[in-house]
């Protein structure tokens, strides 16, 4: 009876251990999930502004231990565009051992475009290495500095004619109009040899693709002269020589939806030397946006192509119901092209790079209502 009542007492405390180990397993469960720290976020400097990239900055915080760096995951929202309209988060911050926050900056983008205020929203995501408390979001607020909407200077990715390009975009940007380069693909664009880039190479890099630009950024629409301004003829059937100069319909179309666009929102549509074409090509309502206009191009011969009778610049107004077409300098003074600029309506042309400082002084004249 004796041993038999001390392996009870022994079956006994084995029970009691394993009842107080699983106890413990349970208490150092629930002491685990509580000892998570609690992250939370708030604008340290809610005030960012383009003007000199002005940063904002937001602190994300954590409680508990520190012995050990904690990485915190962040989305972003809110109507300002990051790579866009600011640069700095990556999506994650470390905050390192020893310390309880780590700060997310917001580095405005200093662009040209008229916006107004707008907001970047930073909303910590989920994680099974913290917990979440109450303030899970803050916002940077970014100040814009731009009263101006600038132009958009369209170029052919091949073959535009570089003063035709450079001399409008020095007279807008000298009367306080920025600019942006457009073309049909965000490539390095090739200008003609010896068409004004002097000994440098002329080269230039679009600042946008067709595609991706909205009319209502711009305050005017402006088509580069160069053979490769054939590319954007939407509605012509021919096929040309060079490859290059066809273009694909896509882009075409989207030249097309742009002159449409700045046309419906009462805004000036220009083209220069063979940029004109573009414009008399072109579709509004069914109708080349040059009908019925007195337009002014260049007196040269168009780039080869399938078309016969399609031999100059001229008949691609023609054939688009231009009322009159002045080229070869005729009009204005006939012994000069410096003063062949055409305003009719919104419709804006240009002889050729001699008329280029008129037409970039009168487009800047016009956008700005002088």
Sequence with gaps: ??????????????????????????????????????????????????????????????????????????????????????????????????????????????????????????????????????????????????????????????????TEYGTPRRELEAAGIPV?????????????????????????????????????DYSTIVFVGGWGASQYQFAFTGTYTNPAYNATPAIRTQANRLINEFLAQNKYVGGICLGVSDLAWARVGGVSPVRGRRVTTAAFSSPTNNVAASLTYRWHMEQNGAAAVFDGGAYGNPSTYTDDVIVDGRIITAGNYDSAALFGRTLASRVLGR
């Design 1 to 162: 009876m004796p041993r038999f009542m001390n392996r009870l007492r022994t079956f006994g405390t084995l029970a009691t251990c394993c009842l107080l180990a699983a106890a413990a397993l349970v208490t150092s469960g629930t002491l685990f999930a509580q000892s998570l720290p609690t992250v939370t976020i708030a604008a340290a400097d809610a005030a960012a502004a383009e003007r000199n990239r002005d940063p904002g900055t937001l602190r994300i915080t954590r409680t508990g231990a520190t012995t050990a760096a904690l990485t915190v995951r962040y989305t972003g929202s809110g109507t300002a565009m990051i790579g866009t309209d600011y640069d700095g988060p990556t999506g994650s911050v470390v905050i390192p051992i020893g310390q309880t926050s780590a700060t997310v900056t917001i580095r405005p983008i200093d662009d040209v475009y008229v916006e107004g205020n707008e907001t970047a929203i930073v909303t910590l995501a989920t994680n099974a290495a913290y917990t979440l408390g109450s303030a899970k979001a803050a916002t940077v607020t970014i100040a814009d500095n731009d009263t101006q909407r600038p132009a958009l200077i369209v170029i052919p990715n091949n073959d535009f004619y570089y």
């Design 180 to 216: 942006i380069v457009g073309a049909g693909r965000r490539q390095m664009s090739m200008p003609h040899p010896n068409s004004g880039q002097g000994s440098a190479s002329g080269q230039v890099m679009p600042d946008i693709d067709l595609a991706s630009a909205r009319s209502a």
